[in-house]
Structures are given as structure tokens and as C-alpha cells.
């Protein structure tokens, strides 16, 4: 550290040793003058005795600064130097590492945030998630690793495995402070939430178990740091005042910790909600206390000297025993013996959740992961290309380099040096990419999906960020150097300085290994790329099955702004009805699910036709007003569309019927005619089949466009309801749009629009990370394939100057300009082909990890190979021919002459 | 040690401290004036030793160095290692005569 410290006083520490050895060379002459020599030879003898003052300061200053730190910060001077003496070498190299580790960077700081990052609360090693392992036999809200409220309140329990157990949902709510209601993103919480996790309270008091007794007990809303900083401008009393939820009025309790935002990363709440509370913030739902409904994740904290593994043993026995006895209770002891044969064998599983639980890291970070591990090739391409161009300059300075080692120094010392360079250059690069990084990021998050809740992803460089930049330009300086300098190390000095001025043959083999290396990655790349653009292009020609064009779907959820249901129906009849007769609406529909937004109802059906049958999965299930059809352009092939009779009730003259797509009538009757055949909801021997089918209609895209399933149809009307509006409009949409707000607006100006939006933008979000993976994967094949070109390139040209002689000498003995050509291509040809052969093994490698994100087309596609690699091999000899052109343009005289 | 020892009498500057080397082990033991230098600057870097300029006996400054207190420290710590390794070597020879 003292050494360090040196480094700044330097100078007055220079001054202080010479004072220093003059004082005693002074001294000592005047001693020897006193003694009787004359002063030339006292002065001689002084010096003489000091063994000379340069070799002294040599040694002091190796004691003020260790060695080689002291011979690294003056390569760094002389490669800097070095450097400004070539901007143009200095720029490319700086700029393609800059490139290289800017995208790594950025990359790095998404998976960290939603991969990586622990969550900031007490101990986030020891959280553990709870999940059910099997077929639960249950109503399902939510997306995954979803559990029963009993469940939880039964884990808590469980006292010699964990230090507390909760449960979380999350949830969107109508929230009113003071005037209009709003969308707000909120969790449903049980009372142990904040406890468990150690979150303090920033002003009041935070959710207790005293919050979790009988449904709709506790009427109280904890807020989030950052809501109550923006919507209530950190005022001071807010604990006590009163919100309303779902136009439920509920009391704020208290502030949470600034750094808390929730336990998802994509999904921060604005206030936290007692999961007793569910029935008011989900209008119509009231499974909590419903054993077969399941709707929370189940998080734990395990105790101190608990194992994830032994917690898991541990539990099983209980497991087991409540799903006995969950057989017995009255629901699930009339299903089939196989479904309970299932349900017997499901187990709990433990897993490590010190990040929390979050659907966007579930459906996102295998892509991340892809896109990382691309721009970990790029980066290691850019430094390929570096220390190429190194090997090029390299050549250029042997004479330098040669010199060097003739006066004396070693090539340890020379190897340092070349190392020097890379390392600064590097650096140069990691500061500038470091700079472009934030702005990646920010491209980047606009990818990801975005809905009511803001993520917590930031485009900030923090000290994680910083760290691993340092890293990465240091790893990537070396990876630069080693080969320039190891080359610098190997070569012979008395051959090199007898080397003619102008030939030097400085690393070509290398060199040539380095292009090898090159094209290998970029052919890795190149199909990655291909095979991304490949599945977004199926997907959009594919397309959801109906005509997106001049189709705007809209939303509202009257029940959570205080109407009932039946007025809801009322309101939302009222609302189809102004709409159908609006001039700009050419036809509209109303659906009980929203289409293409990652989610379907699910549901087995019973199918009763020549035999009884259940289906072998869930169908996917929605309630429709008749013309939904007709408004989404699919053809109904057979039989016909709902009309207004079906949505009565059975006793008012209504039917139950149902309609049901293609892909239904293929899986379960073979193709026959289904018509007559009748339908019921469920699986269990209780239940009643019904809803005659009829009609057919042809498949479209629920869940997303990837996905062609199984799908039926039942009517909106007594049984089912839908506020998720269809509306085919002429005209523009600018002019629809304004049309349906001004009609919702004359309907309930206080209503809020829960998403109004184009189908053609609703299938863009839902195909956004097959966008992201084409567009970024294109952009680096690209960039990759300009690296490798550039890099085949020089070598071409070099090895074309270092051989003008000979092939002067061919052209004189008769070879043909075409042979010439050859003879140079051949050299390329070998590095391209090279590059091939270790890429296909790769890319073979690598397919599992893009399987998942790949549509209709197989990792190991062999047209999207095959084209990759006729695009690299067209591209690269295009680039080995200029300089193989300007070979066999050589004049056998001049070549000659040229010596 | 010899010039940690040289410094526990009384601060000296470099000439004084060769000139007292010479001095007292003038047949026994040559040091040369070159290894003095760097050898006074790593004490210092130690922390053993500090420096500061001062008006010499001519008049003219001159780097005077004097023991630290982790200098006296280590002074006495190498004098106690010298006396056990010489105590042992005394021990071997006397042992041997006794034979």
C-alpha cells in the first residue's frame, strides 16, 4: 500500500536520494581531501566506493516500488505513447472490444438483476419455495408454482423446519386515493410476509399475523416506499387515511422500507394487501379458504441449522397424511381412480429461493442466458480480432522487438511489453463499453413484456457492474496479448535481424489459427442468428389464425369498481350494444379471456357421445357472445355460431351448447363428426355432459402464437360473463379508438379501461422475446461476420505481400493468372473450411440450450446451416479474393525488381 | 541489525552511519558504501527507521535517520535471535571440548 502511496511522490522522493548521495559523495571527498589525495582522484574514489550513484538509485527506487509494478506503469506509458502514434490501429482495436464488452456488460447487468440478484432482506440464502410436485386436483388462478392459503397456514406449523412460512398473490386492483380510480399493482400477502422476509417498516406498522384471521377481517393496506413517495408525496400522516380498494375502503397501516419492492423483480407492488382481504381485491373470487383452489406461492425461511434437503425429507410424512385425508374430504373423493392414483403420488418440493419468485425470470432467463453466452463469442471474436491485428502490428515492429532483445532485454521482459499494450487497450475498451452499457440495457429492458406493475430493472453501472467489467477487460487484454506475446517470445533473434527489411514472416501460422477461430464463432453466430429469424418469420406467417388487421380489443372490470354483478352485466350489455351500433364498428364480440397474453382458462372436459370419455388434458376454455367468430375472420367449418337464444337461461328457452375448434374434433373423435355428441365442465363421475356441440370452428392462437391446442367455446350469458371486448372497426384507429372511449366515457366516465389496444400490437408484445433473440442474434452474426472478415482479410493481404516474390517467379516460369488465384484461395479455402469443421460440432452442442426458444425449426436445421455457411464461405472468399486478385495482378519484373 | 544498532545510540545521517560501520568493525566485517543506501531506504519503507532533514555537524542539511519505536522494537527482537543462535553455536563447541 506504502508502495502504492510511492507512486504519487515519486518526484520528491527522486530529490530527496540525490540530495541525499550528493551530501555524502561531498563528504567523503572533502574526508579523502583531508586525508591528502588531490580532488580528481578523492572524487574518483568516492564514486568508486558507492559503486556508482545511477546503480544505487536503480536499487532505491526498485525498494519505493516493487519491480514490476514500477516496469508495468512504464509500459503502460510507452504503449500509451505507442498507441496516440497510431489512432487509427488504437481506434479499431478500442472500439471492437468496446463493442465486445459493452454488450457482455449490459447482458451481464440484466441476468443479474433477474437472475442473480438476492433479494434485499435479512438472510436471503435461507428462503426456501414451496411447491406442489405432481397433479393437485385444484381451480387454478395464477401461473405457476402455485398452492392453496390452507396449505400455508398448515406449513406454518411446521416449527422444526422453518422460522415462518407465507404466502403471496400477485394481483391487479382498482385503487382510488382521492379522485379517479387507477390500475395499481398490489400482492396479496399473508400477515407473516414481512416478518418472515425482515422487513421493517418505514412509518407505521407493517402486516402482522393479527391480519390473518377471518376472510375480510382486516380491511388495512401496507404502501410501498416508492408509491407513497409519488402518489402521496411522502406525507407524513398517512397512516390512517383511507383508500379505496375495489372501491372497498381500506386503512393505510404503514410505509415499507425504501429498499423493499416485493419479491418480483418484474412485478413491483405499490401496497400490500392481507390475503383475508382476497375477496374484495379479486371481485368473484372466494377460494381462500378452499383447500382444491390454488392461488399463492408458498415461501419459507428455514431454520439455522436446517438443510434445504432435510426440510424436504422431513415434510413428506405430513404431505403425505393431508393428501390422504384431502381424499376423504367431499370434493375430491369423486374423482376417477386414476386422477387420485395421481394426486396420491404427488410430493412437496423444496427449492432455493433467495431470489425471491418471479415469472419473469421463469420465462426469461433461458433467453438471457442464450444472449449472454453470444455475447461472450463476440467478445472473445473482438479479442480474436485484436490480437490479429496485434500479430499484424506485431510483424510490423519485429525489427523494434528485435533490436530490444539484442541490447539486452528478455523476452519475459518484451512479453510484458506486448502485454502492456493489450492490457491498456482493453481497459480503453471496458471504459468506452462500459459507457455504452446503460444504453443496452435500456434497449434491452424495453423487450421484456410490461404490464400494470413497473419492474425493478435499472439501467444503472453499480459497483457488481463495475467489478465485472474490470474483470472482463482484464481477462480480455490477456486473451489479446498472450498470442502476440508468446509469439515474441519464440522467435529466434539473429534470423529475424537477418531477416530482410519488408518480409517478415512474424505469426502467420498463428495468425492463420486466430482466422481459423474466427470463422468458427462467426458460423456459430450466424446460425444462431438464422435459426432465431427463421422462428420469428414462422411465427408472424404463421400468425394466431384470424385477421388481426383493424381489430382493437379492449378491457374493463366493472366489479372492482363497486358494481355487482348482475349491474356489471347490465353495464357491459349496454356498452356492446352503443358499440355495435357505432358507425366505425363493423363487427364485435366479447370474451370472457383475453386472447394471446400467455394465459387460457383450463379445464378437463367429460365428453358423453357413442361412450363416456374424459379428455386426457386440460382443454383450453373461453366464453363468448355470438359473432366472435365472424370479428376475428375464422371460418366456422361446421355447424353454426352461437345466436342470441344460447346466452338465455335453460329455463327462459335457452340451450346449453358449446363449440369446439378442429384440433378438439381430431383428438378425440378422430376427425369424425362431433355434432350431437354433448359436453360437460370437469372430470369427475358426478359430472354432467350436457352442452351439445354445435359447431367447429378452425384453430386459432389462445394462450400464444407458438401454440395450436385443443380449445371449446361456451356462450357468455347466464352462466358466464367477459368484459374483454372484440371490436373489428372501419376506418382508422385513431378514429375507433375515440369512438369507443367516448362511448365507455358516456357509460361510467370513472371506469377504468383495463388495456385498449391493436391485435397487430397485442401479437407484437406476445412475440416479443422471439423478436429480441432474432433482432439482437442478427445484429451479432453480423457484427461477427465483419470481425472475421476484416480478419481473413489482412491475413490474406500479408500472406499476398510476403509471397509476391514467388508467385513473380510462377508467373515468370508460365503459371496463369487463374492458377494463381487458386494458389492464393487455396490458403483461405483451408482456413474457412477449418472454421466449418470445428463450428457444426458446436452449433450440434449448443442446440439444447435454444431449443426451447426455437419454433417449427430444429437446432440442427440443415437449410438454416447450410445457408448460414454458404453466407460465411461466399462472404469470406469474396474477402480472400481482393487480395488474390492482386496477386495474380503481379508483374513477374516488378516482383522481381522488387528485391 | 548493525545499522538499527548504530541508529539506538544516536540519529545519524548516511555518511555518519558508513563512516561508524567502518569504524567499528573495521578489520572484521566490509560493507559496502553502494548496499547502504538501498538498505536504510527499505528500513524505512519497513517503518523501522524515519527520516527527516536536519542541519549536519558542516552546517549543510542532511538526511538524519532515527529508530522508530517498531524500530527498537525490532532491534531487540534480532538482538534476542542473535544471542540464541550464538548461545547454541557456544553450546555445540563447548560440548565438544567437554568430549
Known amino acids: ?899 | 541489525m548493525l545499522i538499527l544498532q548504530i541508529l539506538s545510540l544516536e540519529p545519524a545521517h548516511g555518511y555518519g552511519i558508513a563512516q561508524r560501520l567502518e569504524q567499528i568493525s573495521k578489520s572484521v566485517v566490509q560493507v559496502n558504501q553502494g548496499s547502504l543506501y538501498p538498505a536504510l531506504h527499505r528500513l524505512e519503507q519497513k517503518g523501522w527507521l524515519k527520516a527527516e532533514w536536519k542541519q549536519s555537524e558542516t552546517g549543510r542539511e542532511a538526511k538524519f535517520y532515527s529508530l522508530t519505536r517498531s524500530g527498537h522494537k525490532q532491534l531487540q527482537v534480532e538482538k534476542d535471535s542473535w544471542a540464541r543462535l550464538t548461545g547454541a553455536v557456544q553450546l555445540i563447541f563447548d560440548e565438544g571440548t567437554v568430549q
Open chain 1, 1 to 899: 500500500m506504502k508502495r502504492m502511496l510511492n507512486w504519487f511522490r515519486l518526484r520528491k522522493l527522486e530529490n530527496d536520494l540525490d540530495r541525499e548521495l550528493a551530501y555524502h559523495i561531498d563528504r567523503r571527498v572533502a574526508d579523502l581531501i583531508h586525508s591528502g589525495l588531490p580532488e580528481p582522484e578523492a572524487r574518483r574514489r568516492a564514486a568508486l566506493e558507492l559503486g556508482g550513484a545511477t546503480h544505487v538509485r536503480e536499487e532505491v527506487r526498485d525498494i519505493w516500488l516493487t519491480r514490476w509494478l514500477r516496469d508495468f506503469v512504464y509500459d503502460l506509458r510507452f504503449s500509451a505513447r505507442s498507441f496516440l502514434r497510431s489512432p487509427s490501429f488504437t481506434a479499431t482495436a478500442v472500439l471492437s472490444l468496446a463493442l465486445g464488452i459493452g454488450a457482455t456488460t449490459a447482458l451481464y447487468s440484466l441476468i443479474d438483476q433477474v437472475v442473480l440478484h438476492a433479494l434485499p432482506v435479512d438472510h436471503p440464502e435461507r428462503l426456501v419455495l414451496i411447491d406442489w410436485i405432481g397433479f393437485q386436483m385444484a381451480e387454478t388462478l395464477g401461473s405457476d408454482n402455485l398452492m392453496s392459503y390452507p396449505i400455508c397456514q398448515d406449513l406454518q406449523q411446521q416449527k422444526q423446519f422453518f422460522d415462518g412460512v407465507f404466502c403471496r398473490a400477485a394481483t391487479t386492483i382498482n385503487l382510488s386515493t382521492d379522485g379517479d380510480p387507477r390500475l395499481t399493482a398490489a400482492e396479496l400477502v399473508s400477515g407473516t410476509y414481512f416478518s418472515v422476509l425482515g422487513v421493517n417498516a418505514a412509518l407505521g406498522r407493517l402486516l402482522t399475523i393479527d391480519d390473518d384471521q377471518a376472510p375480510g377481517s382486516s380491511p388495512v393496506v401496507v404502501l410501498s416506499y416508492d408509491f407513497w413517495k409519488n402518489q402521496f408525496g411522502s406525507a407524513q400522516d398517512i397512516v390512517g387515511r383511507k383508500v379505496l380498494v375495489n372501491q372497498h375502503a381500506m386503512t393505510v397501516v404503514g410505509v415499507a422500507a425504501p429498499t423493499f419492492h416485493g419479491i418480483d423483480v418484474g412485478e413491483v407492488p405499490s401496497l400490500w394487501i392481507p390475503a383475508v382481504m382476497s375477496a374484495q381485491a379479486i371481485p368473484g373470487f372466494n377460494g381462500m379458504l378452499d383447500r382444491r383452489t390454488r392461488w399463492v406461492q408458498i415461501l419459507g425461511r428455514l431454520k439455522q441449522n436446517v438443510s434445504l434437503a432435510q426440510a424436504q425429507t422431513g415434510l413428506q410424512p405430513w404431505f403425505k397424511a393431508m393428501l390422504d385425508e384431502d381424499t376423504r374430504r367431499t370434493k375430491v373423493s369423486r374423482v376417477s381412480a386414476e386422477r387420485r392414483r395421481q394426486f396420491l403420488a404427488s410430493t412437496l418440493g423444496l427449492t432455493a429461493a433467495p431470489q425471491g419468485h418471479s415469472i419473469l425470470r421463469h420465462n426469461f432467463s433461458r433467453p438471457l442466458w442464450v444472449l449472454f453466452v453470444a455475447t461472450a463469442v463476440l467478445l472473445v471474436l473482438a479479442c480474436l480480432n485484436v490480437a490479429g491485428l496485434f500479430l499484424a502490428r506485431g510483424s510490423a515492429r519485429h525489427r523494434e522487438i528485435s533490436t530490444r532483445l539484442a541490447l539486452g532485454a528478455s523476452r519475459g521482459r518484451i512479453g510484458r511489453q506486448l502485454l502492456a499494450d493489450s492490457v491498456l487497450l482493453a481497459f480503453a475498451g471496458g471504459l468506452l463499453g462500459l459507457v455504452m452499457a446503460p444504453v443496452a440495457v435500456r434497449a434491452l429492458i424495453a423487450f421484456l413484456p410490461r404490464n400494470t406493475a413497473a419492474t425493478d430493472l435499472e439501467a444503472n453501472v453499480d459497483t457488481r457492474l463495475l467489478l465485472f467489467a474490470f474483470l472482463v477487460s482484464l481477462a480480455t487484454g490477456f486473451l489479446a496479448g498472450c498470442a502476440p506475446a508468446l509469439q515474441a517470445g519464440r522467435k529466434s533473434l539473429d534470423s529475424s535481424l537477418r531477416e530482410r527489411g519488408g518480409t517478415p514472416s512474424g505469426g502467420l501460422a498463428l495468425r492463420r489459427a486466430i482466422v481459423t477461430a474466427q470463422i468458427a464463432f462467426t458460423l456459430i453466430l450466424v446460425v444462431a442468428a438464422g435459426l432465431f429469424v427463421r422462428t420469428l418469420s414462422g411465427l408472424l406467417a404463421k400468425g394466431p389464425g384470424f385477421d388481426t388487421s383493424s381489430l382493437i380489443s379492449f378491457g374493463i372490470r366493472p366489479t372492482r369498481s363497486g358494481y355487482s354483478q348482475s349491474d356489471a352485466n347490465r353495464l357491459i350489455r349496454q356498452i356492446h350494444d352503443e358499440i355495435r351500433s357505432s358507425a366505425s364498428t363493423q363487427s364485435s364480440a366479447i370474451a370472457n379471456f383475453q386472447l394471446l397474453l400467455g394465459g387460457a382458462w383450463n379445464n378437463p372436459l367429460t365428453i358423453q357421445s357413442t361412450e363416456r370419455f374424459t379428455t386426457d388434458r386440460d382443454v383450453h376454455l373461453n366464453a363468448v357472445t355470438p359473432a366472435f367468430f365472424a370479428t376475428l375472420g375464422t371460418r366456422i367449418v361446421g355447424g353454426r355460431d352461437f345466436d342470441q337464444h344460447d346466452s338465455l337461461p335453460v329455463n327462459e328457452g335457452g340451450r346449453r351448447v358449446v363449440i369446439v375448434n378442429e384440433a378438439f374434433v381430431k383428438r378425440y373423435f378422430g376427425g369424425r363428426n362431433p355434432f350431437g355428441a354433448h359436453v360437460g365442465m370437469g372430470s369427475g363421475p358426478n359430472v354432467k355432459p350436457d352442452a351439445e356441440i354445435i359447431g367447429v370452428v378452425q384453430d386459432i392462437s389462445y394462450r400464444s402464437v407458438r401454440e395450436r391446442w385443443e380449445q371449446a367455446y361456451f356462450p357468455i350469458g347466464a352462466e358466464y360473463s367477459g368484459s374483454n371486448f372484440y371490436v373489428k372497426f372501419r376506418g382508422t384507429p385513431e378514429s375507433a379508438f375515440r369512438s369507443i372511449r367516448a362511448i365507455l366515457h358516456n357509460a361510467d366516465p370513472a371506469l377504468p379501461i383495463t388495456y385498449f389496444r391493436t391485435l397487430d400490437e397485442q401479437i407484437d408484445r406476445s412475440l416479443n422475446t422471439e423478436r429480441m433473440l432474432a433482432a439482437l442474434s442478427t445484429g451479432f452474426g453480423t457484427l461477427a461476420l465483419v470481425l472475421s472478415l476484416v480478419g481473413l482479410y489482412g491475413v490474406m493481404s500479408f500472406v499476398v505481400t510476403q509471397r509476391t516474390r514467388e508467385l513473380g517467379i510462377r508467373l515468370a516460369l508460365g503459371a496463369t493468372r487463374l492458377s494463381t488465384i487458386w494458389l492464393v484461395l487455396g490458403d483461405a479455402l483451408v482456413m474457412i473450411a477449418g472454421g466449418t469443421a470445428i463450428a457444426l460440432p458446436c452449433v450440434w452442442a449448443l442446440g439444447r440450450l435454444v431449443e426451447s426458444q426455437l419454433y417449427d425449426v430444429k437446432p440442427t436445421d440443415p437449410v438454416t446451416i447450410l445457408a448460414a455457411t454458404l453466407v460465411l464461405c461466399s462472404t469470406a472468399l469474396g474477402a480472400a479474393l481482393i487480395p488474390a486478385r492482386r496477386a495474380s495482378a503481379v508483374n513477374p519484373t516488378d516482383a522481381l525488381r522488387f528485391e
